[in-house]
């Protein structure tokens, strides 16, 4: 009886394993925008269309920006930067936010909402470290009252891997974040991961 759940418990482990490498995808050196295009298709991403200007880094191609459906917290976006010449990826930018889908101010949230943010950000830091150890870490997402202040809760963790992709995540929940004194405050409550390539 004892192995057939542990066999159960490993099985069930190795699914959500895989299940977050295919929604975090870290091993992206040397692979190519259509890797990711079978990806996004067998995920059930949607290629997304945002409003603003788009700067392209040199020697780049227009990045391609992916919808997918989450619960209980904002779509995720994905935005592929990729080489012009070969189609070589170099950047994967992961994003929950809700402003990437709301027109005009964006609006204050509930704590409902930043409790579920934070439970996000806590699993895709578990997963990471397993993955490559330790971050480097700064500040902590334990003093929720932050959230009401001008310089919101937040965090940000990095790591470099052994073929040198960089990976840095951060996450700020505030109400009304001021970049400055003059600043009116603005609702940021998002969190935000980039994958980057080692250049060559």
């Not at 919101?152 to 790591?159: A, P, V």
Request: hydrophobic share 35%; aromatic share 10%; glycine share 6%.
């Amino acid at each position: 009886m004892k192995k057939i759940f542990f066999a159960m418990l490993t099985l069930s482990l190795s699914q959500i394993t895989i299940a977050f490498s295919q929604e975090i995808n870290t091993d992206i050196n040397g692979k190519k925008m259509s890797d990711f295009i079978r990806l996004e298709t067998k995920l059930k991403g949607k290629v997304y269309q945002k409003g603003g200007d788009i700067i392209i880094p040199g020697g780049m191609e227009m990045p391609i920006l992916y919808r997918r459906a989450q619960k209980g917290i904002p779509d995720l976006t994905i935005n592929y930067i990729f080489t012009k010449k070969d189609s070589v990826i170099h950047e994967i930018q992961y994003c929950w936010d809700p402003r990437n889908f709301e027109d005009g101010k964006p609006a204050a949230q509930s704590i409902e909402f930043d409790k579920a943010l934070i439970r996000k950000y806590n699993l895709v830091l578990k997963e990471l470290t397993a993955r490559f150890g330790a971050s480097e870490a700064r500040d902590d997402l334990t003093d929720l009252a932050k959230i009401n202040t001008n310089r919101g809760l937040g965090r940000s963790d990095s790591w470099t891997t052994k073929d040198g992709t960089k990976i840095y995540m951060s996450t700020i929940l505030a109400n009304h974040y001021k970049f400055d004194d003059n600043d009116n405050g603005n609702s940021l409550h998002k969190i935000d991961i980039y994958v980057t390539t080692k250049r060559k």
